[in-house]
């Protein structure tokens, strides 16, 4: 390991420590929000929101909605949802044909009016995970023409005031390191590092230096499934790890029944360990909220509050 690669694994372990000592902090909370099922086979599509305990080790679910929003309306399908910390707003986004549809919400309410999209990004399909500054990021997964296929990965800003789009980066995989599924997900913590779960390889990536340097990732390990063929498909920070959210379809073996399932996974291992408890929502996509006590109402019920909101 040379001197550049010491120092860049110094860095990652101070950001890592840091996010730990946010979680051991008892004013703060995290709670976890995913679009997804009601049940892991079946069920309703919905938002739903869901605290972790740390005494308990539990996901306490807190209220679960159904978004109501103007035309092309809500999905779980070719759509995803994350934390906005600059304006405090979850927003969500759609594919719908080529396009990407946005809405946002202040946290803790759930839109009933049917509100209009906020911007359409046409002929572009977008994800996103929110930097503090309120810029958004979108890591692309590239197919190869390679023997098993592969991905590559491109990195690239989105300005969702302005509705610019930035120019797409590669990003550099450690050597040896393949992704053969397209599987996954992204995000990025209160403290500001990205971590990003393809083919369920845990990573990290120097984000920050988009536009400026080459974009290197950092591999951390592969997580171990709950079962097999049930991949990770969401991932969020927590209180200090990561939560992902797991599913595996049914298929026509029945040796492969339909399978969902939450669990924790670390930061600096990537080891996966489960929850005391088992939740029925089956998410396809997870953000969070993680705030003091005395700045963040405890999300207990769902309220009318007019105008076509509600809060959870």
């Given amino acids: 390991m040379n001197r550049i690669q010491k120092i860049s694994l110094l860095l990652v372990c101070m950001l890592i420590s840091l996010n730990h000592v946010l979680a051991q902090d008892p004013a703060i909370r995290s709670v976890l929000i995913g679009i997804g099922q009601t049940n892991c086979a079946s069920g309703n599509s919905r938002l739903g929101h869901f605290e972790f305990v740390e005494s308990t080790n539990k996901l306490e679910e807190v209220a679960i909605c159904e978004p109501k929003l103007g035309t092309p309306g809500f999905n779980i399908s070719g759509a995803l949802v994350d934390y906005n910390p600059r304006d405090n707003m979850v927003y969500y986004l759609r594919w719908s044909g080529s396009n990407t549809y946005v809405w946002r919400w202040p946290v803790g309410t759930c839109p009933s009016n049917n509100p209009a999209p906020l911007r359409i990004f046409n002929n572009a399909q977008l994800t996103?995970?929110?930097?503090?500054?309120?810029?958004?990021?979108?890591?692309?997964?590239?197919?190869?023409?390679?023997?098993?296929?592969?991905?590559?990965?491109?990195?690239?800003?989105?300005?969702?005031t302005t509705g610019v789009l930035g120019p797409i980066q590669d990003v550099a995989l450690p050597s040896g390191v393949k992704i053969y599924t397209a599987n996954g997900d992204f995000t990025i913590t209160p403290a500001g590092q990205f971590y990003f779960a393809f083919d369920n390889k845990l990573m990290t990536m120097n984000y920050?230096?988009?536009?400026?340097?080459?974009?290197?990732?950092?591999?951390?390990?592969?997580?171990?499934?709950?079962?097999?063929?049930?991949?990770?498909?969401?991932?969020?920070?927590?209180?200090?790890?990561?939560?992902?959210?797991?599913?595996?379809?049914?298929?026509?073996?029945?040796?492969?029944?339909?399978?969902?399932?939450?669990?924790?996974?670390?930061?600096?291992?990537?080891?996966?360990?489960?929850?005391?408890?088992?939740?029925?929502?089956?998410?396809?996509?997870?953000?969070?909220?993680?705030?003091?006590?005395?700045?963040?109402?405890?999300?207990?019920?769902?309220?009318?509050?007019?105008?076509?909101?509600?809060?959870?």
């Avoid at 951390?220 to 969020?236: K, V, Y």
């Avoid at 927590?238 to 797991?246: H, L, R």
Wanted: glycine share 8%.
């Fill in 208 to 312: 920050t230096d988009y536009g400026v340097n080459s974009i290197q990732a950092t591999y951390i390990d592969t997580i171990p499934l709950p079962n097999p063929r049930q991949n990770l498909i969401g991932l969020a920070y927590v209180a200090g790890q990561m939560v992902a959210s797991f599913k595996r379809n049914a298929s026509n073996n029945p040796k492969y029944t339909a399978m969902c399932s939450h669990n924790k996974v670390d930061m600096m291992t990537g080891d996966r360990t489960n929850f005391n408890n088992v939740i029925s929502f089956s998410s396809f996509d997870n953000t969070s909220v993680t705030s003091g006590i005395g700045a963040a109402k405890k999300l207990v019920s769902v309220t009318n509050l007019g105008n076509g909101q509600h809060e959870v």
């Fill in 128 to 160: 996103v995970a929110f930097d503090k500054e309120g810029y958004g990021w979108m890591v692309n997964m590239i197919s190869q023409s390679t023997s098993p296929a592969t991905f590559r990965l491109t990195l690239q800003r989105i300005d969702f």
